[in-house]
Nanobody
Framework: QVQLVESGGGLVQAGGSLRLSCAASGRPFSIYAMAWFRQAPGKEREFVAAIRWSAGVTYYADSVKGRFTISRDNAKNTVYLQMNSLKPEDTAAYRC?????????????????????WGQGAQVTVSS
């Protein structure tokens, strides 16, 4: 079993910044990719960003490109999401996810089934 613990959510005004963290721990495992998804009340879960662990290749949803940055600390098994220029429509519960089984060349960053474990979520609220 792998546990993911998110931190860093909160309330911020539009135009502000927040940084989310997600630390993975548990049984011996290898991380192949980590990602952030979000879900607002009454809406479908939405892909936000992902990172391939070894190469550091990143992927972003169009809605956050240029404003959000995903990064990782390999030694700490931790992924970060730096969120700048936040908008009210970014308000959601943000969950991190980890792929520990490797899809290799079949990896698709934006689909939930690519990931094996999920965090509980961190609430981000952006006021106008």
């Amino acid at each position: 079993q792998v546990q993911l613990v998110e931190s860093g959510g909160g309330l911020v005004q539009a135009g502000g910044s927040l940084r989310l963290s997600c630390a993975a721990s548990g049984r011996p495992f290898s991380i192949y990719a980590m990602a952030w998804f979000r879900q607002a009340p009454g809406k479908e879960r939405e892909f936000v960003a992902a990172i391939r662990w070894s190469a550091g290749v990143t992927y972003y949803a169009d809605s956050v490109k240029g404003r959000f940055t995903i990064s990782r600390d390999n030694a700490k098994n931790t992924v970060y999401l730096q969120m700048n220029s936040l908008k009210p429509e970014d308000t959601a519960a943000y969950r991190c996810a980890v792929d520990v089984n490797s899809w290799g060349s079949s990896y698709v960053p934006g689909v939930p089934y690519a990931y094996d474990y999920w965090g509980q979520g961190a609430q981000v609220t952006v006021s106008s």
